[in-house]
């Protein structure tokens, strides 16, 4: 049996455990159910029932699974884990979905992650006798435990002896039929948080699993072991000793992980932007009139000692941190530099003392994101998180967080996310600026009251974007899109290209402006659609310029131009074919309004040509190994 090598890409899988009254079945079924968001191809469960384990999985959507079990009648058991799995070590089917069992039948493992040095610990159970039955890396760890169960006096224990030995990322949740009221798990670079109920606990990789069930949460920390049962949690380290665990209370409820009479979760966060927006802007200025973050562990003094800035991210993060830099650079006086998070720290970065690193992450489990945090520490950098899950690994890495309170984001595709990353980005622009006196405290608060004024500025946006959904209609048999931008424009150019290839699988491509003649020019043929970010006349009018003669440049060669500028920007009319207005805004707020017709064009077009918007193939919601 082919066996893939160690080190390959994945991304997050569904976890979910629980011990309470309910019947665990139906409460693990409902948790995969609003997991089914973060991409998967199979599906399993395992629940315990009069000291034995019963499982059931299938290679396919969650219905296929819930098919089976109803093929057969299901004991009545309050303890049970599932799964969802997108496949790494081979292929998905039937064998390979998760849980996994040991040659007793009493273990069944889940595991999100990857477990690098499976191979050699495969080759060593086959030693021992143990039959594997599939090509994973997740059940050798099913087989270590029933080898540690023999010594260990519980599956706890036996859990601490086998992270010992597990090398790579993993997230890994058991159960055993002899220990019948207790489900274990372990965290290594992996995300997994527990739900804390009444008479009943959780475990998942997200809150949105058991959100329906309680808000109230407790965050493992790194090379934790957890132990659930109905009425309390014991959480120690890979050694045994009792671990901290800080709880906390989820801002959201189930209702605002559910589509909400919207036909596709991506349409319905497109919509929840102007409230993203102006609930990632409340409570940030203090009653002196100075901004605040969430959680700030830096002096005013290392603030000051800063000299220079790397903005680490991953896809549509890191166009937030290049939008991100124009601000920072101008309002600051900072050198700032954007990194993409998976090359960061592989070309040898000169970082130190006085190198801030700030590190943008919806999830705050980007695992590329989080390596180069790590790194950052260990040349002693100060790290700044910008993030939207509280307790999440990336915050508690970092000196210093300012939350996006963006709310659930179900849809693959980042939509509210990147605005309210956009917002977070200038607020911390402002807050340097404000701590380092390049702008002036009347001068900050002049920005944040322009900042205030977005959320209506994109409600505006979001009303007048019908014409975009018949252009991208018409445009559904297209072969390739080019976007154009310069300025802030350029990253939304980028943002607007990445969309489309994510939910529409077509060829898009981004350019600055000013690079045409220097080669793109000569994609441009008859018919070609061309999206033209255009930056306000004010305050860059030599570039607004330049960019019309771009326009001019494209349709005299016969492109299709689809120019984005602002409400009253008459210059621009004669060269559109199709002309989308947008409010005035400042030229450093403009990607806040800019973007959201390139996220509408983007979901429409892939409505048009049949697609899943919120599932797009081969695509996951958070990244967390390499």
């Given at each position: 049996?082919?066996?893939?090598?160690?080190?390959?890409?994945?991304?997050?899988?569904?976890?979910?455990?629980?011990?309470?009254?309910?019947?665990?079945?139906?409460?693990?079924?409902?948790?995969?159910?609003?997991?089914?968001?973060?991409?998967?191809?199979?599906?399993?469960?395992?629940?315990?029932?009069?000291?034995?384990?019963?499982?059931?999985?299938?290679?396919?959507?969650?219905?296929?699974?819930?098919?089976?079990?109803?093929?057969?009648?299901?004991?009545?058991?309050?303890?049970?884990?599932?799964?969802?799995?997108?496949?790494?070590?081979?292929?998905?089917?039937?064998?390979?979905?998760?849980?996994?069992?040991?040659?007793?039948?009493?273990?069944?493992?889940?595991?999100?992650?990857?477990?690098?040095?499976?191979?050699?610990?495969?080759?060593?159970?086959?030693?021992?006798?143990?039959?594997?039955?599939?090509?994973?890396?997740?059940?050798?760890?099913?087989?270590?435990?029933?080898?540690?169960?023999?010594?260990?006096?519980?599956?706890?224990?036996?859990?601490?002896?086998?992270?010992?030995?597990?090398?790579?990322?993993?997230?890994?949740?058991?159960?055993?039929?002899?220990?019948?009221?207790?489900?274990?798990g372990a965290r290594r670079n992996s995300p997994l948080v527990v739900g804390r109920g009444d008479g009943e606990n959780f475990l998942a990789s997200d809150v949105a699993a058991f959100i329906a069930h309680t808000r109230q949460a407790v965050e493992l920390g790194q090379d934790q072991v957890v132990e659930l049962y109905r009425d309390r949690i014991a959480v120690t380290d890979f050694h045994g000793s009792?671990?901290?665990?800080?709880?906390?209370?989820?801002?959201?409820?189930?209702?605002?992980?559910?589509?909400?009479?919207?036909?596709?979760?991506?349409?319905?966060?497109?919509?929840?932007?102007?409230?993203?927006?102006?609930?990632?802007?409340?409570?940030?200025?203090?009653?002196?009139?100075?901004?605040?973050?969430?959680?700030?562990?830096?002096?005013?003094?290392?603030?000051?000692?800063?000299?220079?800035?790397?903005?680490?991210?991953?896809?549509?993060?890191?166009?937030?941190?290049?939008?991100?830099?124009?601000?920072?650079?101008?309002?600051?006086?900072?050198?700032?530099?954007?990194?993409?998070?998976?090359?960061f720290r592989y070309r040898d970065p000169i970082l130190d003392r006085s190198t801030l690193v700030i590190a943008i992450s919806q999830s705050g489990e980007t695992l590329d994101t989080l390596m180069a945090v790590n790194y950052a520490r260990e040349q002693r950098s100060r790290v700044l998180a910008i993030c939207n899950v509280n307790g999440s690994t990336i915050p508690r890495a970092s000196d210093a967080?300012?939350?996006?309170?963006?709310?659930?984001?179900?849809?693959?595709?980042?939509?509210?996310?990147?605005?309210?990353?956009?917002?977070?980005?200038?607020?911390?622009?402002?807050?340097?600026?404000?701590?380092?006196?390049?702008?002036?405290?009347?001068?900050?608060?002049?920005?944040?009251?322009?900042?205030?004024?977005?959320?209506?500025?994109?409600?505006?946006?979001?009303?007048?974007?019908?014409?975009?959904?018949?252009?991208?209609?018409?445009?559904?048999?297209?072969?390739?899109?080019?976007?154009?931008?310069?300025?802030?424009?350029?990253?939304?150019?980028?943002?607007?290209?990445?969309?489309?290839?994510?939910?529409?699988?077509?060829?898009?491509?981004?350019?600055?402006?000013?690079?045409?003649?220097?080669?793109?020019?000569?994609?441009?043929?008859?018919?070609?659609?061309?999206?033209?970010?255009?930056?306000?006349?004010?305050?860059?009018?030599?570039?607004?310029?330049?960019?019309?003669?771009?326009?001019?440049?494209?349709?005299?060669?016969?492109?299709?131009?689809?120019?984005?500028?602002?409400?009253?920007?008459?210059?621009?009319?004669?060269?559109?074919?199709?002309?989308?207005?947008?409010?005035?805004?400042?030229?450093?707020?403009?990607?806040?309004?800019?973007?959201?017709?390139?996220?509408?064009?983007?979901?429409?077009?892939?409505?048009?040509?049949?697609?899943?918007?919120?599932?797009?193939?081969?695509?996951?919601?958070?990244?967390?190994?390499?």
């Open positions: 049996m082919g066996r893939p090598a160690p080190g390959t890409l994945t991304v997050m899988c569904g976890i979910v455990g629980y011990v309470g009254a309910k019947p665990a079945l139906s409460v693990v079924i409902d948790g995969l159910r609003r997991l089914e968001y973060r991409g998967y191809d199979s599906a399993g469960v395992a629940v315990l029932a009069d000291d034995k384990l019963a499982t059931a999985k299938r290679a396919g959507k969650l219905a296929n699974l819930e098919a089976a079990l109803a093929e057969r009648s299901w004991p009545e058991s309050s303890v049970g884990l599932g799964h969802t799995r997108w496949a790494t070590h081979g292929p998905p089917n039937d064998p390979n979905a998760h849980p996994h069992v040991d040659c007793t039948g009493s273990v069944a493992v889940v595991h999100n992650g990857i477990i690098e040095n499976f191979a050699a610990l495969r080759t060593w159970l086959e030693g021992r006798g143990h039959e594997l039955t599939s090509e994973t890396d997740t059940e050798v760890v099913a087989h270590l435990l029933e080898e540690e169960l023999h010594e260990a006096g519980g599956l706890a224990e036996a859990m601490r002896r086998i992270c010992a030995r597990l090398e790579g990322a993993f997230t890994l949740v058991a159960v055993h039929s002899e220990d019948p009221e207790t489900v274990v009792p671990a901290p665990a800080r709880e906390y209370h989820v801002d959201w409820d189930a209702s605002a992980a559910e589509k909400g009479g919207y036909e596709y979760f991506m349409l319905k966060e497109i919509a929840e932007q102007p409230r993203a927006v102006a609930e990632t802007l409340l409570g940030r200025v203090g009653e002196d009139g100075t901004l605040t973050l969430d959680e700030m562990r830096l002096s005013d003094d290392e603030l000051r000692d800063i000299d220079k800035i790397v903005i680490v991210a991953c896809g549509t993060a890191y166009h937030a941190g290049l939008i991100a830099k124009y601000a920072i650079e101008h309002w600051c006086r900072i050198p700032c530099e954007v990194e993409l998070a998976s090359e967080v300012l939350y996006t309170h963006a709310g659930p984001e179900v849809g693959v595709a980042a939509t509210k996310t990147f605005l309210t990353q956009l917002v977070a980005c200038n607020l911390v622009g402002l807050y340097l600026a404000q701590v380092r006196g390049t702008k002036y405290g009347d001068e900050v608060i002049a920005v944040i009251h322009q900042l205030a004024a977005m959320p209506e500025k994109v409600e505006q946006v979001l009303g007048t974007v019908a014409p975009v959904r018949a252009l991208a209609g018409s445009l559904a048999d297209a072969k390739c899109v080019l976007f154009l931008g310069r300025h802030v424009g350029y990253p939304v150019a980028l943002e607007g290209a990445l969309k489309l290839k994510e939910l529409a699988y077509m060829h898009a491509e981004a350019f600055a402006a000013g690079e045409l003649k220097h080669g793109p020019i000569a994609l441009i043929e008859d018919g070609l659609p061309v999206v033209v970010v255009v930056p306000p006349k004010r305050g860059r009018g030599p570039l607004h310029e330049k960019i019309v003669s771009n326009i001019q440049e494209i349709r005299a060669r016969g492109a299709r131009t689809i120019v984005i500028a602002e409400e009253g920007d008459d210059s621009v009319v004669g060269y559109a074919d199709t002309l989308i207005a947008v409010p005035q805004a400042p030229t450093l707020l403009q990607p806040l309004v800019s973007t959201v017709p390139l996220q509408v064009f983007a979901c429409e077009l892939a409505l048009a040509k049949g697609h899943d918007v919120d599932r797009p193939r081969n695509l996951a919601k958070s990244v967390t190994v390499e």
